[in-house]
């Protein structure tokens, strides 16, 4: 007996200290370190056994609302606590628990709780829930939400409570101009999260928080006919939003469950169950609390449905950021009506609480119906494949530990996985001009292992299966983009140059380059002082070039990617082609031979010569088919001595 009872308060205190560790990355830092399955099913184990000892420590979780705030945002300790709610799964519960009363059931809103304070009409105060006793004031926040109002007809003081939330929509659209994996948000309670406890505004209004009334605290001289309805109907008319429910007797009740079950997935604002609430203002308060909920409502959370399956793959996804994000991929099951094979485990602290390894039988849900998630591990055989090395570059990875939660990362600096934009860069119009190669798709290819380095891109065919079945893509873009890519062999020495992405060289450099050099060996060859000499060419483009150039990395990568392509011979401007070499041209006026000024331009670099903005005493000839002209460049070059052609004469000197 002695020694159970001993095993039990051993249990309780390690309990408590991996529930608060829990509840410390969660409401403090926004992070998960367990799935919510899982932490709940520690609550219950910890709430069992303080029921079963009498023993509750202090610092218990059952006893202790959120967490206590950590942020840069000033705090203030709020009037009333506010507490958390009582949670059952049982719609019979709910229903002895309503018994004869009326009741008022409604969506319990995943986001963050917030009680706003109105005096004379104005929005006067808006506040966190905090650890319960203490939250964060966000005033200035809560006064750009989309839908909240600013000043209301009463002029008394008006206390309320709701919740902050953003829908999945919006959601959605924000982690999309995220283009990092890593740096996505979880979930929409995430983000709302981060976007309410801000210190500028400006974002909190770009990321469009709703807020949906579900108490109100306090409205003196208003007679609510002792109902809560009569309350939220109240808040309505003042402009509030209230939270969408219903009101239920014990005969209506189930049904009602069955009515929000069914609406939850046309629901844009994401929900994680549903709250009852005694219509009685009166009964409901006699009823007083307990340390952490009031007895006057209670949460009802849905019995997630599971389903068993078996871990086939730890996915590793290197982002931009060099973290590297486990995702696990196991045989397909049916979950609220669809299949689902993967689901992301957020960090190595989750892989480690359910040591989770390959082989193992894990059980799935959907968190709050929507996410798919692993709630628990059946087999436990350990976590044991944690790469050592980069999945993208191949280069060490090193585990990091962000406040409580490891992450892996890749510890290579030029990691491809954060070199997205070379890609992006390479198939860009100017440089090699690959269509339908967006940012995205780059970066999905990149952190699938496909693509290393730009020789890369021209054997994407290796990987047809895999791309046609990627989200967005398919087979018709599979094919477009395998036509614009072996389009893009044929190119020019210039655009490849410049296609490489070295500091400081535009595509005017690269050409002056190559035109100077000529070939490919030479270019290569070249030293700081050659290139110093070139027109154009500074110290700065010089010694980027040269020392890119000194990486044999690059030199063997380059090969690589020569060996792909069919480059333009005749754009190397050496030898006989180069009949301008040393001339400089300017161009004004309207031209009749030649569609446009880049044309004759590209006409004028591509025999050697170079085209400048404006006349100065290197200027070799102005070109403009109107010899009155009184033009600024005329009259610059008549002083100069510079002396003035028209296209057909300049035609005529390229043909001698
Ligand atoms: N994964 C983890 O590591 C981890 C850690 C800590 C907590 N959690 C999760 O958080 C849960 C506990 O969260 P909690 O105590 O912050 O909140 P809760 O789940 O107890 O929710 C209570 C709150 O919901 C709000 N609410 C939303 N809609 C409402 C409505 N219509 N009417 C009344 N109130 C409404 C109220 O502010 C109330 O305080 C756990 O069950 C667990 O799933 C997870
Ligand atoms: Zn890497």
Not at 566 to 577: L, Y
Not at 627 to 639: E, G, L
Request: net charge negative; charged share 25%.
């Amino acid at each position: 007996m002695e020694n159970t009872m001993n095993r039990d308060i051993d249990r309780i205190k390690e309990l408590v200290d991996i529930l608060n560790k829990a509840g410390r990355a969660y409401y403090a830092q926004g992070q998960e370190i367990m799935s919510n399955y899982e932490y709940d099913a520690l609550y219950d184990e910890l709430a069992e056994l303080e029921k079963k000892t009498g023993c509750v420590l202090a610092s218990s979780p059952t006893v202790n609302v959120g967490y206590e705030v950590l942020s840069e945002l000033p705090k203030e300790r709020h009037e009333k606590p506010m507490l958390s709610l009582g949670k059952t799964k049982s719609v019979d519960e709910l229903v002895s628990w309503l018994g004869s009363q009326k009741g008022l059931l409604s969506w319990k809103m995943d986001g963050l709780t917030i009680v706003l304070t109105y005096n004379n009409g104005e929005m006067t105060k808006a506040v966190t829930r905090g650890n319960g006793e203490v939250g964060e004031v966000i005033t200035g926040n809560a006064k750009v939400f989309a839908n909240v109002p600013v000043t209301i007809p009463y002029k008394g003081e008006l206390i309320l409570r709701g919740e902050a939330v953003i829908r999945y929509s919006d959601f959605e659209k924000i982690n999309e101009l995220i283009p990092e994996e890593g740096a996505k948000y979880k979930n929409p309670r995430n983000l709302c999260s981060g976007s309410v406890r801000q210190l500028n505004s400006r974002i909190t209004k770009e990321r469009n928080v709703n807020f949906f009334a579900f108490t109100l605290v306090k409205a003196d001289g208003v007679d609510f006919k002792n109902s809560r309805r009569e309350q939220l109907e109240w808040l309505a008319s003042q402009g509030f939003q209230t939270v969408e429910y219903k009101e239920v007797t014990a005969d209506n009740l189930r049904s009602t469950v069955s009515w929000f079950e069914n609406a939850i997935k046309d629901n844009d604002f994401p929900s994680d169950g549903l709250v009852i609430l005694y219509d009685d203002i009166a009964y409901g308060d006699s009823l007083g609390m307990t340390a952490k909920f009031p007895r006057n409502s209670l949460a009802f959370k849905w019995t997630d449905e599971t389903a068993q399956t078996k871990l086939l793959e730890i996915e590793w996804s290197a982002s931009r950021t060099g973290l590297i994000n486990p995702v696990a991929v196991f045989e397909p099951v049916e979950l609220e009506g669809t299949s689902v094979s993967r689901a992301s485990v957020h960090n190595i602290s989750i892989m480690e609480e359910l040591e989770l390894g390959v082989g193992d039988t894990i059980e799935v849900y959907k968190a709050n119906m929507i996410i798919p998630q692993i709630a628990k591990n059946l087999t436990r055989s350990g976590v044991k494949d944690i790469p050592q090395i980069c999945p993208v570059c191949g280069m060490k990875t090193e585990i990091r530990s962000l406040n409580d939660a490891k992450s892996l990362y890749c510890t290579n600096p030029d990691c491809q996985a954060k070199h997205v934009k070379s890609f992006v860069h390479f198939v860009a119009r100017d440089a090699m001009n690959i269509d339908g190669l967006s940012e995205a798709t780059l970066e999905k290819f990149i952190q699938h292992g496909m693509l290393h380095e730009f020789a890369d891109l021209y054997h994407l065919d290796d990987y047809r299966d895999t791309i046609i079945d990627m989200d967005g893509l398919g087979v018709k873009s599979y094919d477009n983009m395998m036509a614009a890519i072996d389009r893009s062999r044929h190119t020019t020495l210039p655009k490849l140059i410049y296609s490489l992405g070295i500091a400081n060289v535009g595509l005017s450099n690269a050409k002056m380059i190559v035109k100077n050099t000529g070939t490919l060996d030479r270019i290569l060859s070249a030293t700081r002082e050659e290139l110093c000499a070139i027109d154009g060419v500074g110290e700065v483009i010089a010694d980027s070039f040269v020392s890119y150039f000194a990486d044999d990395k690059h030199r063997q990568g380059l090969n690589r990617l020569v060996a792909e392509l069919d480059i333009e011979a005749e754009e190397m401007a050496s030898g006989e082609n180069a009949v301008l070499a040393d001339m400089v041209f300017v161009i004004t006026g309207s031209l009749n031979h030649y569609s446009n000024r880049n044309e004759l331009k590209e006409l004028i670099e591509k025999l050697g010569g170079k085209v400048t903005g404006s006349v100065t005493g290197k200027t070799s000839y102005l070109i403009n088919n109107d010899s009155t002209s009184s033009s600024s460049k005329n009259k610059t070059a008549a002083k100069l001595g510079v002396p003035v052609i028209t296209e057909d004469e300049f035609i005529k000197m390229i043909e001698e």
